[in-house]
């Protein structure tokens, strides 16, 4: 008999707007109509700013559809400022490398210094058989624009793969911020590959260092220890490198 495929996981996220929950395939429309309420209720209200442009974002995992949020971005906002939010929302372990790939061009992450040789790197171009390469200190606003579809990267060895695609361009009142996070996926549950009760881990297993998810009760009995074991996280790079989760809400 063959072995049943497990059950897909519904991709519901909330709306951090108004608190109400959607399937994905729902909630872009929702925030359209949401936001329209919140700016008309502002301006009503003598509340509103002067308007600027912003990009309303969809990010997902590239081999983990499932994990997904909704951002708004103002224009004028730089890739590196992307970059940042990405890191710390999802992403950072360890300071890798990252790269954004917009068209035929690939907009990199340096650490503070830099790297040796800058000028060669800038120079790459498709007479070497590789996009150009040149660094994330430009914004928005020169890169993007409604319906573009592109990919990011965040570490060149344990790589967690992105796609991004800019859903609309519209104005808005201005807000402090330059990133507002509109929805997000919520948290996943993942059953205990011991037990099947909820699982609190994913951890390495024998020789192979195979990984598997795992409860707080299963990690006794099996004998797991602390540095075989990540936090089931809500992002696409749970279970990976040295990823525990969250840096700043």
Not at 5 to 29: D, H, V, W, Y
Request: proline content about 6%; some cysteine; overall charge negative.
């Amino acid at each position: 008999m063959p072995t049943p495929k497990p059950k897909r996981q519904m991709a519901r996220g909330s709306c951090t707007l108004c608190g109400k929950e959607f399937s994905k395939n729902k909630i872009a429309a929702h925030l359209d109509q949401c936001w329209t309420e919140l700016t008309a209720k502002e301006k009503h209200d003598g509340r509103a700013l002067a308007p600027t442009r912003f990009f309303r974002l969809l990010i997902e995992g590239r081999e983990e559809p499932k994990y997904w949020l909704h951002l708004d971005v103002r224009a004028d906002a730089t890739l590196e400022d992307l970059d940042d939010f990405l890191r710390r929302f999802w992403l950072e372990c360890c300071g890798h490398l990252s790269a954004f790939t917009i068209s035929e061009t690939r907009y990199r992450w340096e650490p503070p210094g830099g790297f040796d040789g800058d000028d060669f790197f800038d120079s790459l171009d498709d007479g070497f058989g590789m996009p150009r390469e040149v660094r994330m200190d430009i914004t928005l606003a020169e890169t993007l624009s409604p319906g573009l579809h592109f990919e990011y990267e965040y570490d060149f060895g344990d790589t967690t793969e992105l796609k991004l695609q800019v859903l609309s361009e519209h104005e808005e009142p201005t807000r402090r911020k330059n990133l507002l996070v509109l929805a997000r996926n919520e948290p996943l549950v993942s059953p205990c590959l011991e037990c099947g009760q909820p699982a609190d881990w994913i951890g390495t297993y024998g020789d192979s260092y195979e990984t598997r998810t795992i409860c707080d009760a299963c990690t006794e009995k099996k004998g797991f220890g602390d540095a075989q074991l990540l936090p089931l996280v809500n992002s696409p790079r749970t279970g990976v490198c040295a990823y525990t989760g969250v840096l700043e809400d």
